[in-house]
């Protein structure tokens, strides 16, 4: 069974910080690079960054320096450290493969609110 579960997204502050965890079924997960994704209002949904199955890890220039991705494979659970948060980090984030299939299957994804 498919199965991404997003969580961790909250209200912050602008410099504050929040991590967010996605819990995905073996068959997504296993022996694959992962993904975090966000969309925020009226803008396309976006790669933020991705991590390979040995750990070796990308961002997009808006983060670099700021988040920070990392995962379990024993749990099959990969995370999102975000620290220092902007106002334009404000999105529905959602984690997933990379790269994306044709027609991806997504979890329910996690709110980050960056507002003082």
């Known amino acids: 069974q498919v199965q991404l579960v997003e969580s961790g997204g909250g209200l912050v502050q602008p410099g504050g910080s929040l991590r967010l965890s996605c819990a995905a079924s073996?068959?997504?997960?296993?022996?694959?690079?992962m993904g975090w994704y966000r969309q925020a209002p009226g803008k396309q949904r976006e790669l933020v960054a991705r991590?390979?199955?040995?750990?070796?890890?990308y961002y997009a220039d808006s983060v670099k320096g700021r988040f920070t991705i990392s995962r379990d494979n024993a749990k099959n659970t990969v995370y999102l450290q975000m620290n220092s948060l902007k106002p334009e980090d404000t999105a529905v984030y959602y984690c997933?493969?990379?790269?994306?299939?044709?027609?991806?299957?997504w979890g329910q994804g996690t709110q980050v609110t960056v507002s003082s």
């Open positions: 073996l068959s997504i997960f296993s022996r694959r690079s």
């Open positions: 991590i390979t199955s040995t750990m070796s890890a």
């Open positions: 997933n493969v990379y790269p994306l299939g044709i027609g991806p299957y």
